[in-house]
Nanobody
Framework: QVQLVESGGGLVQAGDSLRLSCVSS????????MAWFRRAPGKERLFVAG????????YYATSVKDRFAISRDITKNTLYLQMRGLKPEDTAVYYC???????????????????WGQGSQVTVSA
């Protein structure tokens, strides 16, 4: 059973930076994809950024492409999301997710991911 534990959320002001972390455990395979999604109040969960764990290929949502950076530390089984220039519209619960199927590139669909973290609240004040 794969487990994902997130940390790093909080309350920040517009323009600030924040880094989310997601530690995975219980995995016996390696060629998967991981991603960050977010759900803003009253809205659906949307893709933010993803990465092929072995390939390192990265995809970003257009809304965050120039401000957020996804990375991973293979030795620590940890996924990161570095967020810069935060805006009030970035306020959401952020979820990390992983596939169990092999991917060289990260898919962007909710249904492509098999395990999810518990979510981490990020609130950006104006």
């Amino acid at each position: 059973q794969v487990q994902l534990v997130e940390s790093g959320g909080g309350l920040v002001q517009a323009g600030d930076s924040l880094r989310l972390s997601c530690v995975s455990s219980g995995r016996t395979f390696s060629n998967y994809a991981m991603a960050w999604f977010r759900r803003a109040p009253g809205k659906e969960r949307l893709f933010v950024a993803g990465i092929g764990w072995i390939s390192g290929v990265r995809y970003y949502a257009t809304s965050v492409k120039d401000r957020f950076a996804i990375s991973r530390d293979i030795t620590k089984n940890t996924l990161y999301l570095q967020m810069r220039g935060l805006k009030p519209e970035d306020t959401a619960v952020y979820y990390c997710a992983t596939t169990i199927s092999a991917y060289d590139y990260p898919p962007a669909g909710l249904s492509d991911y098999d395990y999810w973290g518990q979510g981490s609240q990020v609130t950006v004040s104006a």
